[in-house]
């Protein structure tokens, strides 16, 4: 079975300083990976896909096969990226005949920035 | 804009009712998810369906049961509603095509059982 750690329940940083969300999984296939962000009072929401390789709001995530990591990244936080963030994994499986069995989640990190 | 409604945002139940969460999304996906949050857990996937009538049990079934009608519709039941199902009820689509976008989540249901 598929498993997302990310190790820091909180983190907190100031304005200006580097942030890396860490993420480690444990999945024996080819992962999908996810970053998803969950705004004070607002829904869960897409951040970020790794196939996409995109940048969003500043962050970006590199998946590293070797280290089984998709480490979430933004060179100077702002003030509004305090949240929860969470890592997912989607392991797409045929038994159920080429449905999905849903993403795992991660615990999630709370990310404080302060002024 | 693909949009996730979810009927209630605060549920309180006593213990020992029946209770239905309802989810409906309005872009046609064929994968629908129940997922609850709780603090320090994260998101645990409860159910899932892949189709019309079709469903999966999550890592956390235990207590509760779903229905899936119609594509657009995926109801949450706790037959028996107990204190530690306290928690917020997210429900989420996706598309099998974009599987690769991620899901669209329901802004979420919180519930309380006393």
């Known amino acids: 079975a598929q498993r997302v750690t990310q190790p820091e329940k909180l983190l907190s940083v100031f304005k200006g300083a580097p942030v890396e969300l860490k993420c480690n999984y444990s999945y024996s296939g080819s992962p999908e990976l996810f970053w998803y962000v969950q705004y004070s009072r607002q829904r869960l929401q897409l951040l970020l896909r790794?196939?996409s390789r995109e940048s969003i709001k500043g962050f970006t995530a590199d998946l590293n096969k070797g280290e089984t990591s998709f480490h979430l990244k933004k060179p100077f936080a702002q003030e509004e990226d305090s949240a929860m963030y969470y890592c997912?994994?989607?392991?797409?499986?045929?038994?159920?005949?080429?449905?999905?069995?849903?993403?795992?989640f991660g615990k999630g990190t709370h990310l404080i920035i302060q002024p | 804009d693909v949009k996730v409604t979810q009927s209630s945002r605060y549920l309180v139940k006593r213990t020992g009712e029946k209770v239905f969460l309802e989810c409906v999304q309005d872009m046609d996906h064929e994968n629908m998810f129940w997922y609850r949050q709780d603090p320090g857990l994260g998101l645990r996937l409860i159910y899932f369906s892949y189709d019309v009538k079709m469903k999966e049990k999550g890592d956390i079934p235990e207590g509760y049961s779903v229905s899936r009608e119609k594509k657009e519709r995926f109801s949450l039941i706790l037959e028996s509603a107990s204190t530690n199902q306290t928690s917020m009820y997210l429900c989420?689509?996706?598309?099998?095509?974009?599987?690769?976008?991620?899901?669209?989540f329901g802004s979420g249901t919180r519930l309380t059982v006393v």
């Open positions: 997912a994994l989607s392991a797409i499986s045929g038994y159920s005949g080429g449905g999905a069995d849903g993403l795992t």
């Open positions: 989420a689509s996706g598309s099998w095509e974009q599987l690769n976008y991620g899901y669209t």
């Open positions: 790794h196939i």
